[in-house]
């Protein structure tokens, strides 16, 4: 079956405490993105790729880190998170620049106390 | 960058009546604007989705509408049933290599 899979689901951590959420596409996507929700404020993109080693940053992108060092994989990563990362954060994927779909993940909901 | 207004943020409608969810953006280059739905707990899903050489696309029940000039699309859900309910967004990607800039949504809301 073709997705996209975010892992954990659900995550509680500490401030400070660093922490991956990992994202894995089946399709071959080329384009990969991560995404934040927050109530009232939509989806709002962190980091995207168009392909391997090649990230750039979207519309917030302070405290994270990605890496794309495989065609499947592009994981989030937070050196040491804030209380204001809290969010449901969203990975997706295309097939490139163009006007395919953009396939979700189930989502991550984060927690930093 | 791209700027997409979203509105109205919430919109209540019986059971069988229209609902018309309607969004603006800035860049006159965007020409790509597709719509995405997400229901509680899950994520956003595209329902349909306008290129910005077509002016209207119908699927069934829901139909989009886009004016370039005026720089605004909207979504057009006919027949409302409760399965609809639901947030939806609205999405516009410019002509360059970054990703879409999503409205901030729609909390549809179905009444019996």
């Known amino acids: 079956e073709a997705q996209v899979t975010q892992n954990p689901r659900y995550l509680i951590t500490v401030t400070g405490k660093k922490l991956t959420v990992t994202c894995s596409q089946n399709?071959?996507?080329?384009?990969m993105s991560w995404y934040r929700q927050d109530p009232g404020l939509g989806l709002r993109q962190i980091y995207y790729?168009?392909?391997?080693?090649?990230?750039d940053k979207g519309d917030v992108p302070e405290g994270y880190k990605v890496s794309r060092k495989e065609k499947r994989n592009f994981p989030l990563i937070l050196e040491s998170p804030s209380p204001n990362q809290t969010s449901l954060y969203f990975c997706?994927?295309?097939?490139?620049?163009?006007?395919?779909?953009?396939?979700f993940g189930n989502g991550t909901r984060l927690t930093v106390t | 960058g791209e700027n997409v207004e979203q509105h109205p943020s919430t919109l209540s409608v019986q059971e069988g009546d229209s609902a018309v969810i309607k969004c603006t953006y800035s860049?006159?280059?965007?020409?790509?604007f597709p719509w995405y739905k997400q229901e509680l707990g899950k994520r956003p899903q595209l329902i349909i989705d306008?290129?910005?050489?077509?002016g209207e696309k119908k699927d069934q029940r829901i139909a989009v509408t886009l004016n370039k000039t005026a720089k605004h699309f909207s979504l057009h859900i006919t027949e409302t049933q409760p399965e609809d309910s639901a947030v939806y967004f609205c999405?516009?990607?410019?002509?360059?290599?970054?990703?879409?800039?999503f409205g901030k949504g729609t909390h549809l809301i179905i009444q019996p």
């Open positions: 997706a994927s295309r097939w490139d620049r163009g006007h395919s779909p953009l396939h």
């Open positions: 399709m071959n996507h080329e384009y």
């Open positions: 790729s168009m392909n391997v080693e090649v990230t």
């Open positions: 860049d006159s280059a965007s020409n790509y």
């Open positions: 306008i290129r910005s050489n077509v």
């Open positions: 999405a516009a990607k410019g002509g360059g290599a970054d990703g879409l800039t």
